[in-house]
């Protein structure tokens, strides 16, 4: 009996110890398995890493290339990637500028306009204010005659409700600068043929049409007497307000949703104008930079992925790198890589992590401004757009670290940017008198991303060289969509000399 119970008992302890070792193995197998698939995420980190340097020698090389496209732009239509298109603009604000004058800004979905009042050096801006309204979906695709004359109404009733102080002299008729931000041929300052319409747009009887001249004609319909002073995009209204309060200012530089540049050019260095020179022998070039393409540019498998999946494959290159539509998305395609191919959070791919354009560009820059000792703006992020809930400290800092990767690439390349234009108008370097080139930048990314923005000053001075740097200056220049084009309605006014 004793004998049976003995067995019974060693029997029980094999078991016992072949069910630990089975534990013990099943947990080493375990930790090699999340040791393989960590060390499989540090790969493609490293990798994606690699892939989006930007030491300074390249930097230059994207410079010196953008300069090139600067070259051959001004040459001849569709000389290169970079349409540098004329603007008209050949007379900035001088701060001189007094009286009431009106903006319109139709940039997308929404519209505004806005009324300015100017008192001259003395006083500058004395009054504005803006009144915003949506456009209707159906009106996006409807025919010209109902959208301009919508917005021709809120105009209207923007006007009536005004103080009899803004009311013009006798004699004297209302003008508006209006910033339209779609593709446009330019014909002079105040008229310009739809090229394509952009943002979920699509009403075809205006392609082809003067934009100013269906706009006027709206304004005749309903009555409001009123006269289209200048036609601008966003950015040379940007580089308009800046003028405006620093005579400095030469280059504007916006990064939003997307990007672009525009830059005093002396009109003496534009082969492809045909017409008489300006009185000031200078021009405002709208570049388009966000065209711009190089083999210098770092590009990685998620940017070609994402390019190719675009609206617009093959086109603005230099957009997909740089700007607010598309840092947070360049994050999602490696986020998700690491998801598929190193089970980096967990053993099932997040569904959400599949969907384009889930992760935007603000909520990758409260990721990476994230200073908290637990990275908890990480985790609330992850778990609120994502679904990704507990989440370890050392997964969050390498999500941080992604967002680094992406801003800096696109903050550096943006400051190589600056740098080719710089170049192109020869203030690159310490010139003898020592003059100040000013910069007016605007859009969201600039003004809200502040790890961009300091990554891109930074860069900039790298670039320059410290001596030069010190007449270099970047300014942020508010809302040039809309004071900008007001400004430019002033110093295109018909009525300067009264």
């Known amino acids: 009996m004793k004998e049976g119970m003995g067995k019974v008992a060693v029997g029980a302890a094999v078991i016992g ?19 393989g698939r960590w060390a499989r995420a540090m790969a493609i980190v490293k990798e994606f890493e690699e892939k989006c340097g930007t030491p300074e020698g390249k930097l230059k090389q994207v410079a010196d290339a953008l300069t090139v496209e600067m070259h051959a732009g001004l040459a001849s239509e569709g000389g290169s990637k970079l349409k540098m298109l004329i603007s008209y603009v050949d007379s900035l604000p001088t701060g001189n500028e007094k009286g009431v004058f009106y903006a319109l800004d139709l940039g997308g979905t929404n519209f505004r306009v806005l009324r300015v009042e100017l008192g001259g050096r ?8 803006f009144a915003e309204a949506s456009i209707p979906p159906e009106l996006m695709c409807g025919n010209s005659d109902a959208l301009f004359d919508y917005i021709a109404e809120k105009l209207a009733s923007f006007i009536d409700e005004e103080e009899q102080r803004f009311h013009q002299p006798a004699g004297r008729q209302r003008e508006l600068g209006f910033t339209f931000s779609f593709p446009v041929m330019q014909t002079s300052i105040n008229s310009g043929t739809l090229i394509r319409w952009t943002k979920g747009f699509s009403i075809d009887d205006a392609v082809g049409q ?27 209204g940007t580089l308009a307000g800046g003028r405006y309060t ?8 916006i990064l939003g949703t997307g990007t672009n540049a525009a830059y005093v050019e002396r009109a003496q260095a534009i082969p492809k104008w045909h017409g008489p020179l300006p009185q000031s022998g200078e021009m405002v070039i709208n570049m388009e930079w966000g065209n ?17 999946e675009s609206l617009n494959p093959g086109e603005q290159i230099f957009e997909k790198l740089t700007s607010g539509m598309y840092l947070g998305e360049i994050l999602r395609r490696v986020l998700f890589k690491l998801a598929v191919e190193a089970s980096f959070f967990g053993d099932v791919v997040p569904p959400k992590l599949e969907i384009p354009f889930v992760l935007r560009t603000p909520d990758m820059s409260a990721i990476h401004n994230d200073s908290s000792s637990d990275l908890r ?9 994502l679904e990704i809930s507990n989440t370890s400290l050392k997964t969050r800092r390498v999500i941080v670290e992604l967002c680094n990767i992406v801003a800096t690439r696109g903050a550096r390349l943006a400051a190589a940017g600056v740098l080719g234009v710089l170049k192109k108008m020869g203030r690159d370097s310490l010139t003898e008198g020592g003059e100040k ?3 007016a930048m605007d859009g969201g990314l600039y003004e809200h991303y502040t790890e961009y923005r300091e990554c891109l000053e930074s860069t900039l ?7 030069a740097a010190a007449t270099i200056v970047v300014e942020h220049s508010n809302d040039g969509s809309g004071i900008g084009a007001a400004l430019l309605a002033a110093s295109n006014s018909l009525y300067l000399d009264q």
């Open 17 to 35: 110890a072949a069910a630990v070792v089975g534990v013990a193995a099943l947990v080493v197998r375990q930790r090699m398995k999340t040791s």
């Open 122 to 129: 003395e006083e500058g801006i004395i009054h504005q204010e």
């Open 210 to 236: 003067d934009i100013v001249a269906e706009l006027t004609e709206a304004l005749r319909r309903k009555g409001v007497e009123m006269r289209v002073a200048a036609l601008v995009n966003d950015t040379i």
């Open 246 to 253: 620093n005579n400095d200012v030469a280059v504007a530089v």
């Open 292 to 308: 711009f393409r190089s083999s210098h540019l770092p590009l990685t498998e998620y940017d070609h992925a994402l390019d190719v």
């Open 377 to 385: 703006v990480v985790g609330s992020k992850l778990k609120d757009i």
């Open 437 to 439: 080139t000013v910069i």
């Open 461 to 467: 001075n790298e670039l320059i060289g410290e001596e």
